[in-house]
């Protein structure tokens, strides 16, 4: 798979990428196949345990870098296990049937690095999502997904959350007409799922309107995700809020 992505991307800059993307991916495969015979509570246990490394150490930042293959082959692993269970999803029973592909982990790197990743139809741009968000919500700061409108923000945040859920991690989603004490309770989560205007919205009246800190809604700003860029940044950035 990775052969035919290399020769599939032209240009230097995306084969050097794709290149070093290579021995990761491996490490992240060797990983999860050894997570296979960790009990679920062994498995719960890393989110823990990563935690505690982010918490001690001075450079965050390089230390995501640094357990990036266990974080996303922790994911991985979890999604495995949940193969066949079933979650309620905008009031539909979906059974879960995914299982992150390689293709998958290289987008997943793409997007903690700040990059714009394109994956194909098929390719399981929801699933991709999850690698990078649930690494950077171990540090414990809110990290967010933007997408174009409440009904992704909600069934993203159910689907996906009964992953988050098994490993640990709370899965929050901002709905219009929301109040703001519960608007501040989503944001409180470790993921956060909500459209670029009521992201947006949240954030001017926090710096704006709310004239004690209590009355804001939003924490700080970490690590964001943004769901069909080119619509969010391009078209929707001609209308202001």
Not at 38 to 62: G, N, S, V, Y
Not at 91 to 116: C, K, P, S, Y
Not at 131 to 137: E, F, G, R
Request: aromatic share 8%; glycine share 6%; charged share 25%.
């Amino acid at each position: 798979m990775l052969s035919f992505l290399i020769k599939r991307f032209a240009g230097r800059h995306y084969r050097k990428f794709l290149e070093r993307c290579r021995p990761i991916v491996a490490r992240i495969n060797e990983l999860e196949q050894s997570y296979q015979s960790l009990t679920d509570e062994q498995l719960r246990a890393k989110t823990d345990e990563f935690r505690a490394r982010l918490a001690a150490a001075p450079d965050k930042k390089a230390m995501l870098d640094e357990i990036l293959p266990e974080a996303f082959a922790t994911v991985k692993n979890a999604a495995r296990r949940l193969q066949g269970t079933t979650a309620t999803v905008c009031e539909h029973e979906l059974t879960w049937d995914m299982v992150h592909f390689d293709v998958q982990l290289i987008g997943g790197m793409a997007i903690h690095e700040g990059r714009i990743a394109e994956m194909a139809t098929g390719e399981g741009k929801t699933l991709v999502s999850t690698l990078p968000l649930y690494l950077n919500a171990l540090t414990g700061r809110n990290t967010q997904l933007v997408t174009v409108n409440d009904y992704l923000a909600r069934r993203d945040s159910e689907w996906m959350g009964h992953l988050y859920s098994f490993l640990g991690v709370t899965v929050g989603c901002i709905q219009q007409q929301m109040p703001s004490n519960l608007r501040r309770e989503m944001y409180a989560r470790d993921i956060t799922y909500g459209t670029a205007s009521e992201f947006g919205f949240d954030y001017l009246r926090d710096n704006g309107m709310a004239t004690r800190k209590e009355d804001q809604v939003q924490r700080d700003h970490w690590f964001c995700i943004v769901d069909e860029i080119d619509s969010i940044l391009v078209d929707e950035a001609r209308t202001p809020l």
